[in-house]
């Protein structure tokens, strides 16, 4: 099976400008996950969605990051504006049944704010 | 705080040795699953273990849990320059609604 696809693989930005990255997950997933991960660092979860609701985002800072899956599929994740600290990698996984089995990651978006 | 921590927080052995790395956490999980990220990667699931089970084995790899101590570990037997990477564990704790919760892993190096 195709894997978990995300793009752009790099993106250096401006702070204060805005950014966007793109996942598809692998056919047939229901949930969907964002993560950010800083250099050295676990995965720290964004947002999680099943199918297009969301699961929680308890983690996903809403004055600055947005996230849609529309039609249960795709996703896309969007910072705006940027901050020097959101400098990270930004993984995307999806999962047959939520926490319950694995996840399967992208290679993940490598973000500098300068 | 963190659910999953992982120890030690490197390790370097030469090949062909076995390398542990370990895991606790805190609260009841209803599973722990160990991970694995090569430099510059996503992650990739190695082991899925459930509560109720105790040891799980996956080619070289060899997963125990222990609910008692609230740890697990993982074993990686005849070690290959290709091992090397990072490893972490992620648990679901109840008492977070079982979101899955990742520890800072653990970077295993082997040298040839």
């Known amino acids: 099976e195709a894997g978990v696809a995300q793009s752009p693989r790099y993106k250096i930005i401006e702070k204060r400008q805005s950014v966007a990255f793109w996942c598809n997950p692998i056919s047939g997933h229901a949930t969907l996950y964002w993560y950010q991960q800083i250099l050295g660092q676990g995965p720290k979860l964004l947002i999680q969605f099943q199918n297009n609701g969301v699961v929680d985002d308890s983690q996903l800072p809403k004055d600055r990051f947005s996230a849609e899956r529309l039609k249960g599929v795709d996703s896309t994740l969007k910072i705006q504006p940027a901050k020097l600290e959101d400098s990270a990698v930004y993984l995307c996984?999806?999962?047959?049944?939520?926490?319950?089995?694995?996840?399967?990651f992208g290679n993940g978006t490598r973000l500098t704010v300068t | 705080s963190q659910q999953g921590e992982e120890d030690p927080q490197a390790l370097s052995i030469q090949e062909g040795e076995n390398a542990t790395m370990n895991c606790s956490y805190k609260t009841s999980i209803n599973n722990l699953q160990w991970y694995r990220q090569n430099s510059g990667r996503g992650l990739v699931h190695l082991i899925l273990?459930?509560?109720n089970e105790r040891e799980k084995h996956s080619g070289r790899l060899r997963v125990t849990l222990d609910t008692s101590k609230k740890s697990s570990s993982l074993l990686i037997t005849a070690s290959r320059a290709a091992d090397t990477a990072s490893y972490f564990c992620a648990t679901d704790a109840m008492d977070s609604n079982y979101q899955l919760i990742w520890g800072a892993g653990t970077k295993l190096i082997i040298k040839p």
């Open positions: 996984a999806s999962s047959r049944k939520g926490n319950n089995s694995p996840l399967h």
């Open positions: 273990i459930r509560s």
